[in-house]
């Protein structure tokens, strides 16, 4: 059973169209880190969540955080070529014995087309 | 900041042989983590060290690999005989700060095929 649901699995869109992609899980994290993947290549930090309900704002893209911090999601707007890549949600999970590992989705895999 | 660097890029091996990777964090950061991930996954947790204390492996860990991270600063990655099934992007990720916060930078990872 995946601890963290990432939906859609993948995503093929025009130029310009905006698009919504959800993090979701039945146990609270005590943060949530979204992450971009090129092939080949490390997972890029994007952005950190922190508080339930929390909205974060970076130039297209908006990054939320559920009030139970169980969920998030990130939207994109106006999507570029650029923004093309697999797009990874991370959860710290919330219990004294975790020693900070990250708990990953399985990933969206975003293609957009000029 | 330099960030987090792994070597080699990639690796490829014959079943049965032995590989080692090695990885450097930020400068700063006292917690180093390993992360395996296939094709079409995420990443998942193999093994955690702050400073040079191993203090969480994963079940996923077996008997054939091993980590260090002798002087708290670089870490290696030992994979024992190795099988097709190891064939994998091995991730390295650093962090400091408070845990449950625990903003971790991944290098680039390495690599492994095994034939």
């Known amino acids: 059973t995946q601890l963290l649901e990432q939906s859609p699995q993948f995503l093929s869109i025009q130029e310009g169209e905006n698009l919504t992609v959800y993090c979701n899980s039945s146990?609270?994290?005590?943060?949530l880190q979204w992450y971009r993947q090129e092939p080949g290549e490390g997972p890029v930090l994007l952005v950190t969540?922190?508080?339930?309900?929390e909205v974060k704002k970076l130039k297209r893209l908006t990054f939320q955080f559920g009030d139970a911090r169980k969920d998030s999601s990130l939207h994109i707007t106006a999507a570029q070529p650029g923004d093309t890549g697999l797009y990874l949600c991370?959860?710290?999970?919330?219990?004294?014995?975790?020693?900070?590992?990250?708990?990953f989705g399985k990933g969206t895999k975003l293609s957009v087309k000029p | 900041d330099t960030g987090v660097s792994q070597d080699p890029r990639h690796k490829i091996t014959k079943r049965g042989q032995n590989v080692t990777f090695r990885c450097d964090p930020i400068?700063?950061?006292?917690?180093l983590y390993w992360y395996r991930q296939t094709l079409g996954q995420g990443p998942e947790f193999l093994t955690y060290?702050?400073?040079?204390?191993?203090?969480?492996k994963s079940r996923l860990l077996s008997d054939r690999f091993s980590a260090e991270r002798p002087k708290g600063s670089f870490s290696t990655l030992e994979i024992q005989r190795t099988e097709q099934g190891d064939s994998a992007m091995y991730l390295c990720a650093s962090s400091k700060g408070h845990l449950a916060k625990n903003i971790q930078y991944f290098g680039a990872g390495t690599r492994l095929s095994v034939l």
């Open positions: 060290f702050q400073n040079e204390a191993q203090l969480e």
């Open positions: 146990s609270v994290f005590s943060s």
């Open positions: 969540v922190v508080t339930g309900g």
């Open positions: 991370a959860g710290v999970r919330n219990y004294g014995g975790s020693q900070g590992n990250l708990i």
């Open positions: 400068s700063e950061h006292n917690r």
